[in-house]
C-alpha cells in the first residue's frame, strides 16, 4: 500500500524553470524531509486518494505554474506534476524555513481548460 500521509500544518513563489532557485530549494526541503502537511491538506488527500510518494514526485519533477506572491504567512505556489502514466495532479505549498504543503488536488475539467490554463471565472 502507498504512503499514507500523517503530518500536520501551514504555507512559495516562484516562475518554474530547472535553474529556479525556489523550486530547488522547495525540492532540496522535501528531499531532506523538512516540510509538513497542513491539516487541510490531509483531509484532500484522505478524500481524494492522493500519498504522500505523489506529492513528492509532482514537487521532485513537476514545474511551477502559478505564484501568488501576497500570501500570508508566506507566499506560494501551484506545482503541476503528472501521476499514474500522465493523470495531472497539483499541489500548492509555500517556503518558509520549511516546506508547507497546503492542498492538492486533480484536474477538474470544470475549472482547467488543459492541464496549465484555467477557465475563466463566470460571474
Not at 500500500?1 to 504555507?11: I, V
Not at 518554474?16 to 528531499?31: A, F, L, M, Q, Y
Not at 497542513?38 to 484532500?44: A, D, G, N
Not at 478524500?47 to 506529492?55: A, C, H, P
Amino acid at each position: 500500500m502507498p504512503n499514507r500521509l500523517t503530518a500536520p500544518h501551514f504555507l512559495c513563489y516562484s516562475l518554474s524553470g530547472k535553474d529556479n532557485p525556489v523550486i530547488e530549494e522547495i525540492r532540496r526541503k522535501i528531499n531532506s524531509g523538512a516540510f509538513q502537511i497542513t491539516r487541510h491538506c490531509q483531509r484532500r488527500c484522505d478524500g481524494r486518494g492522493i500519498t504522500l510518494t505523489e506529492i513528492k514526485h509532482v514537487i521532485t519533477e513537476g514545474e511551477v505554474i502559478e505564484t501568488y506572491p501576497k500570501d500570508s504567512p508566506y507566499p506560494s505556489c501551484l506545482i503541476l506534476g503528472y501521476v499514474h502514466g500522465g493523470e495531472p495532479l497539483y499541489v500548492l505549498c509555500a517556503l518558509g524555513s520549511i516546506v508547507h504543503v497546503i492542498t492538492v488536488h486533480w484536474l477538474d475539467p470544470a475549472k482547467w481548460l488543459d492541464p496549465k490554463t484555467r477557465r475563466e471565472k463566470r460571474l
